[in-house]
């Protein structure tokens, strides 16, 4: 906007447009001018202002009905309260009923054994008795032995206990559906960035997709083999005869060698080593926590545990390797929740939580100073997602729903999909805006950009 006054000479100019908030050229040289200049610098920074506060309510929002809904209590939800009254009515009815069938039987055994006695005190012993009365006698106590023998033989007829399932009625939804309106950052078709299919080469799969990469190559695993690439996926080296139960991948500039993370062992491998040369380390893992994921920022390595109540340990890796810090599975997940994946960037430590009950996924970015949430991005239904970071975008791969998603972090963090013409098992990042993807039995190269 170019404001010009009767003064010879005073121009000012003025732009507030997107891509430049604030850029002024002025030329000031009168009151008039003066004014109507502060004049809009004081509208423009209240104008900031009132938008960094509304982005900080909306974060608060967001959060605090997290937290209502991490804090409901399922024990103390109305329909449980109900649930257990009736429970313990239907235990009393079943009780009364029990001692109701209890007293008949013991009724009727009590007067049939009273009747026997009668029998029994009927008998005479006279040492005259006739021999037919003696034989008389004999019949009906072996009669009544036998009927005595009878009563605990005797077969009752006990109806199996069935109950209607309409005798509690759980509506189809719990919660009124709310038409939530459509979410502006949800880009469906895509139309915000684009990806190319540079190439691809054939690689048989292994178990987990294994896959990392650093400035000048790409380690990928099969079944039984190390395969070491350049960022055009030509073969460099491959080693034959790995360790199985490889579980992840991950580079490390302190070290200068990739970290192969198995179950209970963690191995080092030199890209610039001939004949791709495994070396042990000092880390292992303990029976009930084998490892899952890892990842590495600067001379920092975070590992995480394998099932329910997942354990991340971070680890010095110079100038030697050692503990430093474990964050146990409370301070990042709740109960039936897994760490699926895990990769840092420049500032913070991406964590894919998986809950295993109700199959649902999102992303938590995590400083990596404080371990604090800085952010959790709900993905949807699905499991195995993997994730790989670059310098303003997380990428995560969906092979439940074939599918990729793109996460940009502008003032919040936006998240769009596309379907993929091949299942996505993992990513990682090689430079700007180039990926490489592993699928079932092909790695490409793809370039995304925004449109």
Known sequence: MKVECSLANCIRILDNSENNLFRSSINIRCIESLISFVFFC????????????????????????????????????????????????????????????????????????????????????????????????????????????????????????????????????????????????????????????????????????????NQQSILAASKSDLILFDHNLNLMKKKSLIPTGLKDICWSTSLAKYILIFPREILLVNPNDNSLLLESTSIVSNNEQPWERGTTHQSILFLSTFGDNPLIVEYNLSPSIHSNKRYPWFLF??????????????????????????????????????????????????????????????????????????????????????SFSMKPFNVAHLRQNLFVLRTNESIQQLTIKNN
């Open 42 to 213: 004081c509208t423009l920074t209240t104008h900031i202002e009132m938008n960094e506060l509304t982005n900080e309510s909306q974060q608060n929002s967001i959060q605090q009905s997290r937290d209502r809904i991490e804090k409901i209590s399922f024990d103390q939800l109305n329909f449980i309260e109900k649930l257990e009254e009736w429970r313990h009515e239907s235990h009393r009815v079943i009780n009364q009923f029990c001692d109701l069938k209890r007293d008949e039987y013991l009724t009727k055994v009590e007067d049939e054994m009273n009747q026997l006695k009668q029998t029994i005190d009927s008998f005479s012993f006279d040492c005259d008795a006739s021999n037919d009365y003696i034989q008389w006698t004999q019949t009906t106590i072996q009669s009544i032995q036998q009927q005595l023998d009878q009563l605990q033989q005797i077969q009752y007829q006990f109806g199996s206990f069935q109950l209607d399932p309409s005798l509690i009625s759980i509506p189809e939804k719990i919660i009124d559906s709310i038409e939530h309106p459509p979410s502006p950052f949800k880009d469906l078709s895509c139309s915000s960035f684009q990806w190319t299919n540079q190439m691809s080469i054939s690689i048989p799969p292994d178990h987990w997709y294994s896959l990392a990469s």
């Open 333 to 418: 997940t709740c109960q039936h929740e897994i760490v699926n994946d895990l990769k840092a960037n420049d500032d913070s430590l991406g964590l894919v939580i998986e809950n295993s009950l109700s199959n649902l996924t999102r992303l938590d970015i995590r400083s990596i100073k404080s371990f604090d949430c800085l952010h959790s991005i709900e993905i949807g239904k699905g499991w195995g997602y993997r994730c790989s970071p670059s310098v303003q975008h997380w990428i995560l791969t969906d092979s439940y729903n074939q599918r990729i998603l793109f996460i940009e972090k502008t003032n919040i963090y936006k998240t769009i999909e596309k």
